[in-house]
C-alpha cells in the first residue's frame, strides 16, 4: 500500500514561514496528484493546495500568494511552502496521494498522518 509521512510543522510566529514535506512510499504504481488538507479543531477539513503529476496546481482562496506547493516526481514528495503565515493558519495539516498501487491498481487517495502547525499571534 501507500504510506505517507509528513514533516516540517512545527510553532511559528505569525508572519513567519514553515515548510511542510510529505514523502509517498510503498507498493506505488503512479501518482495522479498530491496535496494538502488543513483541519481546525471543530473544523471541517479543507483543500489548501493540490499539485497534478504534470504539474497543474490548484489553491484555497485564503493561501494564494502565501502558499507554494511544489513535487519532487523522483522522490514521490511533495512540499508546501508557507509564508506570511497567519494564525488562522494554525491547524492539523494532512497530505494527500491521489495514485494506483501495485495492491490496488484502482485510483485511491491515500492520506498522511498530519502535522501540527501553530501560528502564534
Known amino acids: 500500500q501507500v504510506q505517507l509521512v509528513e514533516s516540517g510543522g512545527g510553532l511559528v510566529q505569525a508572519g513567519g514561514s514553515l515548510r511542510l514535506s510529505c514523502a509517498a512510499s510503498g507498493t506505488i504504481l503512479s501518482i495522479s496528484a498530491m496535496g494538502w488538507y488543513r483541519q481546525a479543531p471543530g473544523k471541517q477539513r479543507e483543500l489548501v493546495a493540490t499539485?497534478?503529476?504534470?504539474?497543474?496546481?490548484t489553491y484555497a482562496d485564503s493561501v494564494k500568494g502565501r502558499f507554494t506547493i511544489s513535487r519532487d516526481n523522483a522522490k514521490n514528495t511533495v512540499y508546501l511552502q508557507m509564508n506570511s503565515l497567519r494564525p488562522e493558519d494554525s491547524a492539523d495539516y494532512y497530505c494527500?496521494?491521489?495514485?494506483?498501487?501495485?495492491?490496488?491498481?484502482?485510483?485511491?487517495?491515500?492520506w498522511g498522518q498530519g502535522t501540527q502547525v501553530t501560528v502564534s499571534s
Open positions: 494527500n496521494c491521489r495514485a494506483t498501487s501495485y495492491t490496488n491498481y484502482r485510483v485511491s487517495d491515500y
Open positions: 499539485i497534478t503529476s504534470g504539474g497543474t496546481t
